[in-house]
Nanobody
Framework: QVQLVESGGGSVQAGGSLRLSCAAA?????????MAWFRQAPGKEREGAAS???????YYADSVKGRFTIFRDNAKNTLDLQMNSLKPEDTAMYYC??????????????????WGQGTQVTVSS
């Protein structure tokens, strides 16, 4: 397991933007591990929003495709999630997750063994 710490959550009006960051314990981990952003709204199951594999390919849930962008910021040693055109239904706790190397879309929570504590995102209408 690796240590992950999320930041950047907050409250925003619909149509606004937020950028989440996930700090990893080591630069090697941030660059080569398979990583993802999940979210969980009250009363709902945790769902994968976006993932990035070892080769840098990115994958998105249909609900966020075209609005969210996942990327590694190597200068800061973080995994970031840029969220644009936010909607009230994006309101949730957002979690960063990591696992060993992978290739392809990994958007199931059972596929990850390292998790951050989460950061809250609230979008008002």
């Amino acid at each position: 397991q690796v240590q992950l710490v999320e930041s950047g959550g907050g409250s925003v009006q619909a149509g606004g933007s937020l950028r989440l960051s996930c700090a990893a314990a080591s630069r090697l981990i941030a660059e080569s591990h398979c990583m993802a952003w999940f979210r969980q709204a009250p009363g709902k199951e945790r769902e994968g929003a976006a993932s990035i594999d070892t080769g840098g390919a990115t994958y998105y849930a249909d609900s966020v495709k075209g609005r969210f962008t996942i990327f590694r910021d190597n200068a800061k040693n973080t995994l970031d999630l840029q969220m644009n055109s936010l909607k009230p239904e994006d309101t949730a706790m957002y979690y960063c997750a990591a696992r060993a190397r992978c290739w392809g879309p990994f958007l199931k929570s059972s596929q990850y063994n390292s998790w951050g504590q989460g950061t809250q995102v609230t979008v008002s209408s």
